[in-house]
Each structure stands twice: as structure tokens, then as C-alpha cells.
T-cell receptor, first 114, second 111 residues
């Protein structure tokens, strides 16, 4: 079974530029999550999708971050404009759905904002 | 009080020894608990899940849960250099079913 796919793996941009990350969850997984992980900390949830609907985006800085999962499968997370403090690893995870809480992570995208 | 707290580490153990990792959580009615392993520069990998009080064994790993004490631990028996990683404790919050992570404990196994 293929795991969670993410791209790109690395990205370096200047502050105020925009960037987009892509995620394809494990086949059949209804729930998709985007996390931000800063060095030395545990992952922090940014947004959760159930199929193509948003379940929770309370921690998403909506003035600069946006995310979508239009067809209920793959998802895109965008940052515009980026700030220096956005430098982090962006992790996508998926789980089967309601009642199943085991989450499986993709390889992540390491973002450096200069 | 943090939702999930772990030993700050780092924890250094000799090869073949038992590594003991501890985690406490604040949500008294949490029901689902997980341990993730994260190698340097890699993403978290789910290695154990536990839902009931007591011990759960999987190979060289044993998870222990004590809901009354709000405590979950991970034992790594016969530690190998390949076990050197950061171990993240994660708990499902009962109010919104979100996964809350600790900051992780870094384990180094000395050959």
C-alpha cells in the first residue's frame, strides 16, 4: 500500500513570496491533515479535512495560509506572503476517518524562508 | 499546563539496554494514545497505539498506559543503534478528537 505522498520535499523562498505544497493521502483515507513542525517541537495541526470539507482550521493563519481539498483526495496548502517564521517542516497526514484515529504521515516539505 | 509532556531528554542508553520513555497528559478522559518515532530529518512514523490500561507489546516495544495516573510510557528492550531517534507521545483530545503531541524525547543508543 502506497503511503502519503508530498511534494516538493524542499523549498527555499524569500520572505513575501508565495509557495504551495501538495499532498496525496493513502488511498481510501477520508481524513487529511496538514501540520507544521518547528525544530525541537511536536507537530502542530493547521487544518483538518474530512473528505472535501474542512473540519478544523482554527490554528491556520488565514491571513496568509490557505488550503483546499477539492475532490476529496489530494490537497494543496499555500502560503502567501511567506514570513521568516514560516520556516518549518510541513507535514501531511491521513487517517481512515471517523472513529479511526491512527494517523500516517508523509515525508514532509522542509520550507526555508530567507 | 501543557496537554502532553515528555521527558526533555536527551536519553542515552548503551546497546542492549532498556530505554524507558515517559509521557503525561492533562485530559483526564482521553482514550487514545500513540507513540511515533521520528528519525532526524524524517517524518513521524507510528510505532504503537494503546487504548486500554495495561501493557501492549509489539516486538521490542512495550507501551504502558495508566489512565488513573494520566501516564503512558514506552519501553524499548534490547536497544539498538537503529533505535536512535526522537520519540513523540501523542494523545487524542476528548473534546475535539484532535491529536496533541508532546515535544518529543531524543534517544541515543551507544554502540
Amino acid at each position: 500500500e502506497a503511503g502519503v505522498a508530498q511534494s516538493p520535499r524542499y523549498k527555499i523562498i524569500e520572505k513575501r513570496q508565495s509557495v504551495a505544497f501538495w499532498c496525496n493521502p493513502i488511498s481510501g483515507h477520508a481524513t487529511l491533515y496538514w501540520y507544521q513542525q518547528i525544530l525541537g517541537q511536536g507537530p502542530k495541526l493547521l487544518i483538518q479535512f474530512q473528505n472535501n470539507g474542512v473540519v478544523d482550521d482554527s490554528q491556520l493563519p488565514k491571513d496568509r495560509f490557505s488550503a483546499e481539498r477539492l475532490k476529496g483526495v489530494d490537497s494543496t496548502l499555500k502560503i502567501q506572503p511567506a514570513k521568516l517564521e514560516d520556516s518549518a517542516v510541513y507535514l501531511c497526514a491521513s487517517s481512515l476517518g471517523t472513529g479511526s484515529y491512527e494517523q500516517y504521515f508523509g515525508p514532509g516539505t522542509r520550507l526555508t524562508v530567507t | 499546563q501543557k496537554e502532553v509532556e515528555q521527558n526533555s531528554g536527551p536519553l542515552s542508553v548503551p546497546e542492549g539496554a532498556i530505554a524507558s520513555l515517559n509521557c503525561t497528559y492533562s485530559d483526564r478522559v482521553s482514550q487514545s494514545f500513540f507513540w511515533y518515532r521520528q528519525y532526524s530529518g524524517k517524518s513521524p512514523e507510528l510505532i504503537m497505539s494503546i487504548y486500554s490500561n495495561g501493557d501492549k507489546e509489539d516486538g521490542r516495544f512495550t507501551a504502558q498506559l495508566n489512565k488513573a495516573s494520566q501516564y503512558v510510557s514506552l519501553l524499548i528492550r534490547d536497544s539498538q543503534p537503529s533505535d536512535s531517534a526522537t520519540y513523540l507521545c501523542a494523545v487524542i483530545r476528548s473534546n475535539d478528537y484532535k491529536l496533541s503531541f508532546g515535544a518529543g524525547t531524543t534517544v541515543t543508543v551507544r554502540a
